[in-house]
């Protein structure tokens, strides 16, 4: 028997920077239990790869191309996906850059570069995508933003990765107030903060990771494509509806143990 707390059955779902990492992993668990999910990617051709292997094994996942540092990005999608839905249930900022080095080494162009991808983008993502949010919520049915953040806008971590541990907080504190704001229209707005999975930003399977989630992470362990899926599958569902302006860290109790 299907557990309607749980379900997500039906909805609509944009994931942005959905080709591989962590939303990959959360398209995954949308398209898995009977969501219509689309994922982004800057190459359209390799987005629909990766549209095509999420769906392989049944739902439907739809490849759309979209550049979110240009300034018309954002309106860019959503006129995409207006063109093929008339409602949005939920939308997950995920896509995401990083800039690591000293403050010596650091460039305006790397600054800016964070900024616009992890901040800005999401910001006026979620203002265009607001009409097919609102279309599909209700009292009975909220929509849900899902903003990806990272335990790097908790803490300081031991390295340097001055704007993107900026851009993270910024996404933390951007997520409270938008929650605030929309909580009246029935959409909630909620962050998830990802301690170390395995991505293109970090590679689990290095001896001085390993080292490091053995040292910090009370678990022991990186996150695994479950981890993401459940803490998102739970805010999208109904579930989730009394969570808002919150960040969730996702990361084996890191933070609680500082």
């Known amino acids: ?49 990766a549209a095509a292997k999420l769906a392989a094994s049944g739902g439907e996942c739809i490849g759309l191309a979209a550049d979110l540092t240009a300034s018309d990005g954002p309106k860019e999608l959503i006129d995409q996906l207006k063109a093929l839905e ?29 900024m616009e991808l992890n901040v800005r983008a999401p910001f006026f993502l979620i203002q265009q995508a607001l009409p097919l949010l609102r279309a599909a919520a209700s009292p009975e049915r909220h929509a849900t933003i899902i903003n990806v953040g990272s335990i790097g806008g908790l803490h300081i971590p031991n390295w340097e990765a001055h704007p993107y541990n900026t851009s993270k907080a910024a996404v933390h504190h951007m997520t409270r107030s938008l929650g605030k ?30 080292k490091s989630i053995a040292t910090y992470v009370p678990v022991g362990r990186a996150g695994t494509p479950e981890d993401a899926q459940g803490a998102c599958i739970f805010l999208a569902s109904r579930a989730g509806a009394y969570v808002n302006g919150s960040v969730i860290p996702l990361d084996g109790g890191y933070i609680g143990s500082l």
């Open 181 to 210: 704001k929309l909580g009246a229209d029935q959409i909630r707005v909620n962050a998830i903060a990802p301690g170390p999975f395995p991505s293109g930003m970090t590679d689990t399977s290095l001896e001085s990771v390993q």
């Open 86 to 114: 008339t409602k949005l249930d939920v939308l997950v900022n995920n896509a995401g850059g990083n800039a690591k080095g000293p403050i010596a080494d650091t460039t305006p162009d790397d600054w800016d570069f964070v």
């Open 1 to 49: 028997m299907t557990d309607e707390l749980f379900s997500v059955v039906g909805k609509i779902v944009l994931v942005t920077g959905g080709t591989s990492g962590i939303g990959n992993m959360i398209a995954q668990g949308f398209v898995s239990r009977g969501a219509r999910t689309y994922i982004t990617g800057r190459d359209l051709a390799r987005t629909q790869e």
